[in-house]
């Protein structure tokens, strides 16, 4: 008689074979036309359209805007995700639902609608103007449209894991003679610290990718405010749908190996702190 | 909002099919396939000849209009939008069909009259009110501190024939001489401190943001721009010389046979060419090419000097040379 041994929980083989072909369909397959198409233009070809000055430009632009970004969003979005996990005070639900505004917004919508704030003679724009800061087609509009775009990927993520940091480990660490700066940077910050960097990686990445909400304040000077994207659709205009594909494949590559770096530090900061 | 466009009008097709099927109901249903600034002239088209074809055969005939930027129109019948017509902006992107996808044959601009173009524009420049910075000509706009406000040519079709315009008035300017007509355009350029992926994107830039002296833009966005946002904000310059603008109309022969929708395409187009269909192109103040609508909005449309792109090689000369990878706007921003 063979024992075998099985999962407690049924049905795993049927869920893994729909997981397989779910992704499949809906990632894999689409993600390999990317190659596919790409494959059909030679080594030379391929190098020259990811290499020109002009593409390295732009790959700078949105790698450096989306970064600036989402540093940005850490820090202001950890506060907020703070706010929202630790008190109760009225208005809480409306301030809840305002953070998932960018989630909803067409992004067009809300490209238009921060290109007339910012513009020099928007709302904001007209005072910033006056300071001496252009706030709209350069790279700091560019930078404020992604801030707009990245803030509830980190506040969605932090928040849920505050809220699951008991109460009795602060009040241990102020037993123990913590003093509330101790207690936030040895006892809450590492804790949270490996969820801030996943909160990071999601809104970075979906900065990068941002074409709808940037493209209307980014300016779209070739060389200066020209975004990775923008130079993708300008491909496309040309119907040069190869050179399209090899900007995509090679940001595709350089987004795969800063999210992998990434979930290495994460891998590491949770370790520190013993859960993995 | 493409993706809803594209579906509801697939959804009308199907639906098309469905009732066709019935032997009571001659109900057919055509898809124009358009760019952004026909939205409003098709709308008007649409419902006379809706009308026409009733009176003229008893039958019901709906059609659906999909608008959007030239080049991503024509992407999306290449990648197989069942367009029955397509109405772009230039020639290039009819041909790009033409090449891809063998929908339509090379030669469809030969098969309607006037290169397949019923109706024409040029370019113009908008100016703020009362023209504070005296803007007369092409050379104005050279000026030091002179803000011109264009879309990107390398995204935006209605952004080439602008800059073909200011190319037309250089060579001639220069009697040809390519290299200073080079310096002429980049000097332009360099006035331009946003360069928006599409023509509407320009006219907000222009309008709404405020920035900017000048828009170079077609006259019917212009006109459009000062009759529905003020006269007292805007004026239109008519520069000396500008291009012939042709957006072409084609049938999509494949689809069309497919659909079994000759007879009703074919006349769709032909109607463009009429009396009437000449007099709702004019309404939305594309320049009309029958004499007698033309002498009836005669105080509508100001002369202009034009010159042909025929005169520049045509379309797929003109696209390689200047919007190609390091064509002469590639040059211009240094790069390669």
Known sequence: MILKQRSTLPGFRLTLGYTVFYLSLVVLIPLSMLFIKTSSMGWDAFWQAVTSPRTLAAYRLSFGTAFAASLVNVVFGFIIAWVLARYNFAGKKIIDALVDFPFALPTAVAGIALASLYSSNGWVGQYLYKMGIPSAYNSLGITLALIFIGLPFIV???EPVLQDIDAELEEAAASLGANRWQTFS??????????????????????IGEYGSVIFIAGNMPGKTEIAPLLIVTKLEQYDYAGATAIAVVMLLISFSLLALVNFIQHLASKRIGMS | MKAVQIFTSIAAIILGFILTGHAFAHQVTLLNVSYDPTRELYEDYNKAFAKHWKEKTGDDVTINQSHGGSGKQARAVIDGLDADVVTLALAYDIDAIAEKSGLLPKNWQEKLPNNSSPYTSTIVFLVRKGNPKNIKDWDDLLKPGMAVITPNPKTSGGARWNYLAAWGYASRKFNGDENKAKDFIAALYRNVPVLDSGARGSTTTFVERGMGDVLISWENEAYLAVNELGRDRFSIVIPSISILAEPPVALVD???????TRSVTEEYLKYLYSEQGQEIAAKHYYRPRLDAIKKKYEDRFQPVKLFNISEL?????AQKKHFADKGTFDQIYGNN
């Open chain 2, 313 to 317: 090689g045509g379309w797929q000369e």
């Open chain 1, 186 to 207: 040895r006892v809450i910050f590492p804790v949270v610290l490996p969820t801030l960097i996943t909160g990071f990686s999601l809104a970075f990445a979906r900065c």
């Open chain 1, 156 to 158: 969605r993520t932090v």
């Open chain 2, 254 to 260: 494949k689809n069309v046979d497919r659909h079994g």
